[in-house]
């Protein structure tokens, strides 16, 4: 039975019994409540007609509210569905978006990794290479050290008032200001300090270059993951729950966006400055194998011409044992006669110092380098001319990039770059002309040691056994400046 009252009956207090008045029956049909009074001589409880109407009134009223809500209900579960079917489809699109903007983020950065390891790569080959040619003037300087002990050696074999120590074993051994066993030690020396510092410099590239590939790998598996994520759609088929996964993850365990981004900027930057101690590295190694092959040169071209030298007094001391002799076999000559046999040998003397003179490997050595130094000179003078087309075409390139209107006119990328390779064409510039006018000054100084030569090269018409046998003849197969140089 429907009850609109809202109390039930346990909450009703039941009314007071009325004891009947006999002989006539009084009875209450009803008295407020639906189901009656039960009372004796009822067999049920009955309803007034108002009443009855009442309670039909109500329940149509009830019926009509309780089909204007259902109404009210689905039209406002029609609207719930339609925004959250867009809200969802913004926030999907939203973060596509940001995924998408992620990825380029993404790319960039292992773009940049990926040139710096290139980078990185070419540096280390360079210093491999570098490494080599120390290797290879090392080897050089060694044979140097054989010869130069195998000429101390073997003049040990002199005896006698030649038994002394000369001008030439000065210049061999220790006792002197620049001796050439001292300066070839020196020079062992160095190079291997070079090639320690090589392969130290190295360790530290590759340890560059391995923390690059693996922020690389890294990136690289994140990109794959996020373009995955990205692609994924509510229509795709590869998507599953994922229990946990919307969970906020600890500070500790998540990097920033700005973290992020320093770890791959301080990668590169680490890997720059690595790079730039390769470059100054590798420029210090080679002015290193330089000027070790200049004064290895030098010296070996001093203890030369010491050699000269002392075959020279030699031949001085046996040309005035032959005028002795000369002497000896004139006191059967006229007076007239005697006086002019001096003249002859002095005029001797005079011819096999001029035909000596064209003798010394020296003088075509320092000829041909004066030669090449010119040569090379001219190519320094047009390289330097020709980087003025890069540089015109550098300055167009930045005028038509300052002729952009308006807010067109930014300072982006391209014009940074572009007046970065302008700095640097300017810098190339300024170390070639720098590098010309040391050239220049080194063909001064082959020009001074041509002269020098010129005037010191009557120290090469004979020699004696040990000097002139064996050690002139071994020492012929020193090393060059190219091999001294590692090449």
Same mark, same amino acid.
């Given at each position: 039975?429907?009850?609109?009252?809202?109390?039930?009956?346990?909450?009703?207090?039941?009314?007071?019994?009325?004891?009947?008045?006999?002989?006539?029956?009084?009875?209450?049909?009803?008295?407020?409540?639906?189901?009656?009074?039960?009372?004796?001589?009822?067999?049920?409880?009955?309803?007034?007609?108002?009443?009855?109407?009442?309670?039909?009134?109500?329940?149509?009223?009830?019926? +009509?509210?309780?089909?204007?809500?259902?109404?009210?209900?689905?039209?406002?579960?029609? +609207?719930?569905?339609?925004?959250?079917?867009?809200?969802?489809?913004?926030?999907?699109?939203?973060?596509?978006?940001?995924?998408?903007?992620?990825?380029?983020?993404?790319?960039?950065?292992?773009?940049?990794?990926?040139?710096?390891?290139?980078?990185?790569?070419?540096? +280390?080959?360079?210093?491999?290479?570098?490494?080599?040619?120390?290797?290879?003037?090392?080897?050089?300087?060694?044979?140097?050290?054989?010869?130069?002990?195998?000429?101390?050696?073997?003049?040990?074999?002199?005896?006698?008032?030649?038994?002394?120590?000369?001008?030439?074993?000065?210049?061999?051994?220790?006792?002197?200001?620049?001796?050439?066993?001292?300066?070839?030690?020196?020079?062992?020396?160095?190079?291997?300090?070079?090639?320690?510092?090589?392969?130290?410099?190295?360790?530290?590239?590759?340890?560059?270059?391995?923390?690059?590939?693996?922020?690389?790998?890294?990136?690289?598996?994140?990109?794959?993951?996020?373009?995955?994520?990205?692609?994924?759609?509510?229509?795709?088929?590869?998507?599953?729950?994922?229990?946990?996964?919307?969970?906020?993850?600890?500070?500790?365990?998540?990097?920033?966006?700005?973290?992020?981004?320093?770890?791959?900027?301080?990668?590169?930057?680490?890997?720059?400055?690595?790079?730039?101690?390769?470059?100054?590295?590798?420029?210090?190694?080679?002015?290193?194998?330089?000027?070790?092959?200049?004064?290895?040169?030098?010296?070996?071209?001093?203890?030369?011409?010491?050699?000269?030298?002392?075959?020279?007094?030699?031949?001085?001391?046996?040309?005035?044992?032959?005028?002795?002799?000369?002497?000896?076999?004139?006191?059967?000559?006229?007076?007239?006669?005697?006086?002019?046999?001096?003249?002859?040998?002095?005029?001797?003397?005079?011819?096999?110092?001029?035909?000596?003179?064209?003798?010394?490997?020296?003088?075509?050595?320092?000829?041909?380098?004066?030669?090449?130094?010119?040569?090379?000179?001219?190519?320094?003078?047009?390289?330097?001319?020709?980087?003025?087309?890069?540089?015109?075409?550098?300055?167009?390139?930045?005028?038509?990039?300052?002729?952009?209107?308006?807010?067109?006119?930014?300072?982006?990328?391209?014009?940074?770059?572009?007046?970065?390779?302008?700095? +640097?064409?300017?810098?190339?510039?300024?170390?070639?002309?720098?590098?010309?006018?040391?050239?220049?000054?080194?063909?001064?100084?082959?020009?001074?040691?041509?002269?020098?030569?010129?005037?010191?090269?009557?120290?090469?018409?004979?020699?004696?056994?040990?000097?002139?046998?064996?050690?002139?003849?071994?020492?012929?197969?020193?090393?060059?400046?190219?091999?001294?140089?590692?090449?």
């Amino acid at each position: 039975m429907y009850c609109s009252d809202t109390q039930t009956l346990t909450q009703r207090t039941a009314p007071k019994e009325i004891a009947p008045c006999f002989p006539e029956q009084v009875y209450a049909t009803s008295n407020g409540i639906e189901s009656g009074v039960s009372t004796i001589g009822f067999r049920s409880g009955r309803y007034a007609p108002e009443e009855a109407q009442e309670s039909l009134n109500r329940r149509f009223a009830q019926a +009509n509210l309780d089909f204007d809500i259902s109404q009210q209900t689905r039209h406002d579960n029609r +609207n719930m569905m339609t925004e959250t079917e867009e809200k969802s489809k913004s926030d999907f699109t939203n973060t596509t978006e940001k995924l998408r903007e992620r990825l380029k983020d993404l790319h960039f950065w292992k773009s940049e990794l990926e040139k710096e390891i290139l980078d990185v790569i070419a540096t +280390n080959d360079r210093l491999i290479k570098r490494k080599r040619e120390l290797e290879r003037t090392l080897e050089a300087l060694d044979e140097c050290v054989l010869l130069t002990t195998d000429c101390l050696n073997a003049r040990q074999r002199r005896f006698g008032e030649d038994l002394q120590q000369d001008a030439v074993e000065l210049e061999l051994m220790k006792a002197s200001v620049s001796p050439e066993l001292d300066i070839l030690n020196k020079a062992i020396a160095l190079v291997k300090r070079s090639i320690q510092q090589v392969n130290n410099q190295l360790e530290r590239n590759r340890q560059a270059k391995q923390d690059l590939e693996m922020a690389w790998s890294d990136k690289h598996e994140a990109d794959l993951l996020d373009s995955e994520g990205a692609h994924l759609k509510p229509t795709s088929t590869n998507k599953q729950h994922y229990a946990g996964e919307a969970r906020s993850w600890p500070q500790a365990a998540q990097s920033t966006v700005q973290s992020w981004t320093q770890h791959a900027h301080d990668l590169i930057l680490r890997s720059e400055h690595e790079r730039m101690a390769s470059e100054q590295l590798y420029q210090l190694c080679e002015s290193i194998a330089i000027d070790v092959a200049r004064d290895v040169v030098n010296q070996k071209d001093c203890v030369n011409v010491a050699f000269q030298k002392r075959l020279d007094e030699y031949e001085c001391d046996k040309q005035r044992l032959i005028e002795q002799l000369k002497k000896a076999s004139l006191e059967s000559l006229t007076p007239w006669q005697s006086k002019f046999v001096p003249f002859q040998l002095a005029n001797l003397r005079c011819t096999k110092f001029i035909e000596g003179m064209h003798t010394l490997p020296n003088f075509e050595k320092i000829c041909t380098e004066i030669t090449e130094l010119e040569n090379n000179i001219k190519e320094m003078e047009y390289a330097i001319i020709a980087k003025d087309a890069y540089v015109k075409t550098i300055q167009t390139r930045l005028h038509l990039h300052n002729q952009r209107p308006n807010v067109e006119n930014c300072r982006d990328s391209p014009q940074k770059a572009m007046l970065d390779e302008m700095h +640097n064409i300017q810098v190339t510039i300024d170390k070639l002309r720098d590098q010309l006018a040391l050239t220049e000054n080194n063909l001064k100084h082959l020009q001074d040691t041509q002269l020098m030569l010129e005037k010191e090269i009557h120290m090469k018409n004979v020699s004696i056994q040990v000097d002139k046998d064996h050690c002139a003849r071994h020492r012929m197969a020193f090393p060059s400046a190219i091999r001294l140089r590692g090449h």
